[in-house]
């Protein structure tokens, strides 16, 4: 296993500036919540990391990437590694707290389809909680330019355990102010996109409970962080606290308790240019 160490500064290895683009929802949205998102997000299993730490040989002399680093909830963990660490982000509210968090990393602005980097100048890719925001063979190609032969892809999400009856509620909250067509890793749209695209290995997988204790005005603003939710007017985010509110109150296991555990699962997906 890669030995997990102290972070290391990086030097840039960059191109010329890009244009960014990214989606609206998220660009909006994490833009005006981004002190929230950092508040209000789980961190990530220790054994994710030693996973990946070994899967992609993530150690000193080798440059992996954080690709949608948002505020740094998977880039800090990267770091232990003593790999040089990257971390590419479009919104500038989240760069500015990954920056303040992590000033031994370097932080650029970027996209998965325009990164920035250079040709073959990366061993490892990682994109915690973001790869389902990306234009999927835009990104694949970008990829494949900038990692180096034999490198790796890690795609991670924190995703809520959906059998337990006041999580679905909860969900429904979110799901019934989406907007057509918002992006969601579950719908397996990405995994058909790699999987059909050659050159990768075949994709691998590892799921970790990832319990999350909060206080209840965290889970209420863990919903206020969401993309779509986070973009809306005052008066709509507040519609939107009292739903939460309900379902909280609604619900045996969250009724009357300043307490409360979002039960997650940490799901990773790994793979190897071949």
């Known amino acids: 296993m890669a030995a997990i160490a102290g972070a290391t500064a990086v030097q840039p290895i960059l191109l010329t500036s890009v244009r960014v683009t990214v989606h609206q929802a998220a660009g909006v949205g994490y833009q005006r919540g981004a002190g929230a998102y950092e ?32 505020t740094g909830k998977f880039t800090r963990l990267l770091a232990l590694t ?21 000033p031994g990393v370097h932080v650029t602005d970027g996209t998965a389809e325009r990164t920035g980097l250079e040709t073959g100048s990366v061993d490892a890719v990682v994109a915690a909680q973001a790869w389902h ?22 795609l991670v999400w924190n995703t ?46 590892l799921h970790v409970p990832n319990p999350h204790p909060m206080s209840r005005e965290g889970v209420l603003e863990r919903m206020l962080s969401s993309s779509h939710i986070a973009a809306l007017d005052a008066e709509a985010q507040e ?36």
């Open 160 to 205: 809520y355990d959906e059998t337990v009856p006041w999580i679905r509620d909860y969900q429904d909250v979110y799901f019934r102010r989406a907007p057509e067509g918002l992006p969601r890793h579950q719908d397996g749209a990405w995994r058909k996109a790699l999987e059909a695209r050659d050159g990768w290995s075949a994709v691998r997988e």
């Open 239 to 274: 519609a939107v606290r009292k739903e939460v509110e309900a379902v909280l109150d609604g619900h045996p296991e969250t009724r009357g308790t300043e307490r409360v555990e979002i039960p997650y699962t940490t799901d990773v997906y790994w793979t190897h240019r071949i």
């Open 82 to 102: 003593g790999a040089r660490v990257i971390a590419v982000e479009p919104v500038a509210a989240m760069r500015r707290q990954l920056t303040e968090l992590l």
């Open 133 to 154: 925001w990306f234009r999927q063979d835009e990104a694949l190609t970008e990829l494949e330019r900038i990692l180096r032969p034999g490198g790796g892809l890690a």
């Open 39 to 70: 508040r209000s997000r789980p961190s990530y299993p220790m054994r994710v990391l030693a996973e990946l730490a070994e899967v992609l040989r993530l150690e000193r002399g080798r440059t992996v990437v954080d690709l949608g680093a948002g």
